[in-house]
Structures are given as structure tokens and as C-alpha cells.
T-cell receptor
Framework: AQSVAQPEDQVNVAEGNPLTVKCTYSVSGNPYLFWYVQYPNRGLQFLLK??????LVKGSYGFEAEFNKSQTSFHLKKPSALVSDSALYFC?????????FGGGTRLMVKP | DAGITQSPRHKVTETGTPVTLRCHQTENHRYMYWYRQDPGHGLRLIHYSYGVKDTDKGEVSDGYSVSRSKTEDFLLTLESATSSQTSVYFCAISERLTNTEAFFGQGTRLTVV
């Protein structure tokens, strides 16, 4: 089955430190990968996507993600975390006709 | 924000009653999705549509049906609501499947008592 997994329920990081939110995928063929963010009582907002080309993808709010085909991973990163980055983050993959999401990772950035 | 509206935003209903949630878009996007969000489960796909009258099941479709009679509207019906269907429901739209992002509605909080 095609799927995406986020192994960490929560990631804690101090403001100003780099952050990484992990995502691994399992799909046949070329993966189409996405990251979304959800703030409290809101719908999901698109951050970035990997379709093809450069393995390092840059997105909104200073976030970037690195596609690693050999490790089947698509980790979300940011060089310097902000308190306002605290939110729920979802990795997603297009598989067949469906957009499938991971379980989500809560990012807590502490001052 | 993309033109996507969910209604109602909040609903409390009794076990055994039918419930219909509406998703309306003004973007003319081809793909529309219904997800439910539950603690510990992330977002799970219920049903999706890839065109007018073209729908298919997602991973948690039991107890739900959908209809799409025109491009802009995608209805989700709980045929006989159960307490296990208490959740937050999100509609999403996308222009294409593989290389464009999806836009999400604000969500509908449904409580079945």
C-alpha cells in the first residue's frame, strides 16, 4: 500500500535553533510529496512540494524540505525556528487518485 | 484564501439521523476531497471526486456517501450518524492531482450525541 509516515508525534525546539520534522514515504513510481501546516481551528495550508528536479525544495515562511530517494524521506527543515512556527505539520503524498496524509507532527517552539 | 466554503461550520446531531455537509468552491477545480481529522489519526480520506458525477472511496468510507452533481459542490452524507463519526471534517480542492497543491476549507465540527 502506498503511504506516508511521520514517526514523531511531537518535536520540541528552542527558538533560534534549527528544526527538522521527519517524513518517510512508500509509493510505487515517482512520488509527489507535500508539506502542509495547520494552525489552531484552521484548515491546512500548503507549505511546499516536491514534484521533480532539485532535491532541496524551498517553501513558505522560510521552510525547506529535502527529498532523499534512497532513504524514501522528505524531511521538513528550517534553519532558525520561531515561536510562531508552533503548529501541526502534515506530510502528504499523491498515490493513485488520492492525496494521502501522514498522522501529523506537533511542533512546539519555546522562547 | 482560495474560494472554498464549508457549511455548516458546527453541528450537533443525534445518533441515527442523516447529516449532510456541503463543500462549495468558486475556483472551478476538478478534484475535491472529504477528510476527517481525529486525534492520533491525522487526516483520513473519506471520499474524493475527480469530476462531476465521478467519485471514489477513500480509506474510511464506510457509513458515508457523496455526491457531485456540479463542479462547485461536493456533498458528504452520513447516512445514519454514529458517535464514532464525531470528528472535524475538512473539504479540499485541487486543480490537478499530481503537481499542484490542495486548498482546504475551514472545517466542520460534527458532534453526534
Amino acid at each position: 500500500a502506498q503511504s506516508v509516515a511521520q514517526p514523531e508525534d511531537q518535536v520540541n525546539v528552542a527558538e533560534g535553533n534549527p528544526l527538522t520534522v521527519k517524513c518517510t514515504y512508500s509509493v510505487s513510481g515517482n512520488p509527489y510529496l507535500f508539506w502542509y501546516v495547520q494552525y489552531p481551528n484552521r484548515g491546512l495550508q500548503f507549505l511546499l512540494k516536491y514534484i521533480t528536479g532539485d532535491n532541496l525544495v524551498k517553501g513558505s515562511y522560510g521552510f525547506e524540505a529535502e527529498f532523499n530517494k534512497s532513504q524514501t524521506s522528505f524531511h521538513l527543515k528550517k534553519p532558525s525556528a520561531l515561536v510562531s512556527d508552533s503548529a501541526l505539520y502534515f506530510c502528504a503524498v499523491v498515490a493513485g487518485n488520492m492525496l494521502t496524509f501522514g498522522g501529523g507532527t506537533r511542533l512546539m517552539v519555546k522562547p | 484564501d482560495a474560494g472554498i466554503t464549508q457549511s455548516p461550520r458546527h453541528k450537533v446531531t443525534e445518533t441515527g439521523t442523516p447529516v449532510t455537509l456541503r463543500c462549495h468552491q468558486t475556483e472551478n477545480h476538478r478534484y475535491m476531497y472529504w477528510y476527517r481529522q481525529d486525534p492520533g489519526h491525522g487526516l483520513r480520506l473519506i471520499h474524493y471526486s475527480y469530476g462531476v458525477k465521478d467519485t471514489d472511496k477513500g480509506e474510511v468510507s464506510d457509513g458515508y456517501s457523496v455526491s457531485r452533481s456540479k463542479t462547485e459542490d461536493f456533498l458528504l452524507t452520513l447516512e445514519s450518524a454514529t458517535s464514532s463519526q464525531t470528528s472535524v471534517y475538512f473539504c479540499a480542492i485541487s486543480e490537478r492531482l499530481t503537481n499542484t497543491e490542495a486548498f482546504f476549507g475551514q472545517g466542520t465540527r460534527l458532534t453526534v450525541v
